[in-house]
């Protein structure tokens, strides 16, 4: 089923029914280790979008760039971080109205609306390649029944290297959303921005599969590491939550 064609299912049940045809078949193959696993997988999965209906928001489906034509070897498919992410990575009390948040990659703008929703911020920000999950973003943020502590939400339509980093951004998110050539670049842009203005910056990158780099910079330090998924052991990037801040220049 594609996640971006409609069916005679309805919206809100099409997921759920997707959810349960996906771990069937998972089951079957051998790919979730036993019924008890994916039980376990569809609860939370189920949990995930029921949430989001009772919110009114859609962002639980994973899209590759091919349906779109934006397919290329440094960038990633779509796939929403946990709700969860962003409160276990960020506390409450080192944001306030003067911070500005920015998610690179924001896709349906899960992380856009955890951020306005959870925390004081003065302004969030959501940057998004595609135009059709974009658009669907808007439509998060028009439609959602979620409280916005943040009034001020701005979803960009651009690609992240056209896409210039405010000067008075504190916060970035990053969901592994692209690599190699793309990332170094986009990283050397937001190191730029700080030594232009010297501020505090905290970056928080789920799935850091090109930590090396970040850390080869010499301006990365790191502040925090969340795992998730309580009582499994994290094996590589992926399923981890690192915190940095960024560092002042060395001759400044």
């Given at each position: 089923m594609s996640v971006l064609v409609e069916t005679v299912v309805s919206p809100e049940v099409a997921p759920v029914a997707q959810a349960?045809?996906?771990?069937?078949?998972?089951?079957?193959?051998?790919?979730?280790?036993?019924?008890?696993?994916?039980?376990?997988?569809?609860?939370?999965?189920?949990?995930?979008?029921?949430?989001?209906?009772?919110?009114?928001?859609?962002?639980?489906?994973?899209?590759?760039?091919?349906?779109f034509g934006l397919a290329r070897h440094d960038r990633v498919y779509y796939s929403a971080a946990n709700w969860r992410t962003l409160r276990r990575a960020l506390p409450r009390d080192e944001v306030g109205?003067?911070?500005?948040?920015?998610?690179?990659?924001?896709?349906?703008?899960?992380?856009?609306?955890?951020?306005?929703?959870?925390?004081?911020?003065?302004?969030?920000?959501?940057?998004?390649?595609?135009?059709?999950?974009?658009?669907?973003?808007?439509?998060?943020?028009?439609?959602?029944?979620?409280?916005?502590?943040?009034?001020?939400?701005?979803?960009?339509?651009?690609d992240a290297l056209d896409y210039r980093i405010p000067d008075d951004v504190s916060v970035v998110f990053l969901n592994n959303p692209f690599r190699g050539e793309t990332f170094e670049t986009v990283i050397e842009r937001l190191v730029a921005s700080v030594d232009r203005n010297p501020r505090r910056v905290t970056v928080i990158y789920f799935n850091?599969?090109?930590?090396?780099?970040?850390?080869?910079?010499?301006?990365?330090?790191?502040?925090?590491?969340?795992?998730?998924?309580?009582?499994?052991?994290?094996?590589?990037p992926f399923g981890l939550t690192r915190v940095y801040a960024i560092t002042e220049r060395p001759d400044a």
């Open positions: 349960v045809a996906d771990a069937s078949a998972a089951v079957a193959s051998g790919l979730l280790g036993g019924f008890g696993r994916a039980h376990r997988w569809l609860r939370r999965t189920a949990g995930r979008l029921l949430f989001e209906r009772r919110y009114g928001v859609r962002t639980a489906e994973v899209v590759s760039l091919e349906e109205e003067r911070d500005v948040f920015v998610d690179l990659g924001s896709g349906m703008g899960r992380m856009v609306l955890e951020a306005a929703s959870r925390y004081r911020f003065g302004k969030v920000i959501g940057v998004e390649l595609s135009e059709q999950l974009n658009d669907i973003a808007r439509r998060n943020l028009a439609t959602t029944r979620l409280r916005l502590r943040c009034r001020d939400v701005e979803l960009v339509r651009s850091p599969t090109e930590e090396e780099f970040l850390l080869g910079t010499g301006r990365f330090r790191p502040l925090r590491t969340v795992a998730h998924g309580r009582g499994t052991r994290q094996e590589g």
